[in-house]
């Protein structure tokens, strides 16, 4: 079945550096690709999406590239802020039973200290 | 407009006792889910609702029911609740369905912490 695997965290950075959050998948198809973020006492929040290889989602200066030829939806901030602390989920979508399904994977806790 | 609504937000258990989780959306969605959130292992799902009448199992359906009850509406049941229950449960909307071209995009309610003792 599909899946979905993303690096194990935690990541702790200081502000103002880079950060890239791996995420890779295995799919039948061309799922859409997504990335959520949960704050702390939280639901889920959609950040950003690709619906097609190539794709770039983009939203509040994080960026990820939908990439079918090494299976990949890596998550990227040139300049993470204290207030991007939070829990990053990296999903895709599949249609079955009438109704788009969500593969999630395990999620990246990211800490960002001033 | 409030999009995914959860009661409640907080809810200790003893073991063997039931309760339901209510979950509500104001966005017309079709597709209506619930999902539980345990450390490390991400997010798994319940039960979904395609669309108002029907229902389906997800990955881990054991030890809980659900009820469309309108198309806004889709509760949760714990019927003898048991310690490996202890978890954050939560809802999300969409309009996805495949066959009529809705998108796939899901949105989250803000969680129900449950803890059975």
């Known amino acids: 079945g599909d899946s979905v695997t993303q690096m194990e965290g935690p990541v702790t950075l200081s502000e103002e550096a880079f950060l890239t959050i791996n995420c890779t998948y295995t799919a039948t198809g061309y799922p859409s690709l997504f990335w959520y973020v949960q704050y702390p006492g939280e639901g889920l929040q959609l950040l950003l999406k690709?619906?097609?290889?190539?794709d770039k989602g983009s939203n509040k200066g994080f960026e990820a590239t939908y990439r079918k030829e090494t299976t990949s939806f890596h998550l990227e901030k040139g300049s993470v802020q204290v207030s991007d602390s939070a829990v990053y989920f990296c999903?895709?979508?599949?249609?079955?039973?009438?109704?788009?399904?969500?593969?999630f994977g395990k999620g990246t806790k990211l800490s960002v200290i001033p | 407009n409030a999009g995914v609504t959860q009661t409640p937000k907080f809810q200790v258990l003893k073991t063997g006792q039931s309760m339901t989780l209510q979950c509500a959306q104001d966005?017309?969605?079709?597709?209506m889910y619930w999902y539980r959130q345990d450390p490390g292992m991400g997010l798994r799902l319940i039960y979904y609702s395609a669309s108002e009448g029907t229902t389906d199992k997800g990955e881990v359906p054991n030890g809980y029911n659900v009820s469309r009850l309108n198309k806004r509406e889709f509760s949760l049941r714990l019927e003898s609740a048991a310690p490996s229950q202890t978890s954050v449960y939560f809802c999300?909307?969409?309009?996805?369905?495949?066959?009529?071209?809705?998108?796939?995009?899901?949105?989250f309610g803000p969680g129900t912490r449950l803890t059975v003792l």
């Open positions: 966005m017309n969605h079709n597709s």
């Open positions: 690709a619906t097609k290889a190539d």
């Open positions: 999903a895709l979508a599949y249609s079955g039973a009438g109704s788009y399904q969500l593969t």
């Open positions: 999300a909307s969409s309009d996805g369905r495949a066959s009529t071209g809705g998108t796939d995009t899901q949105y």
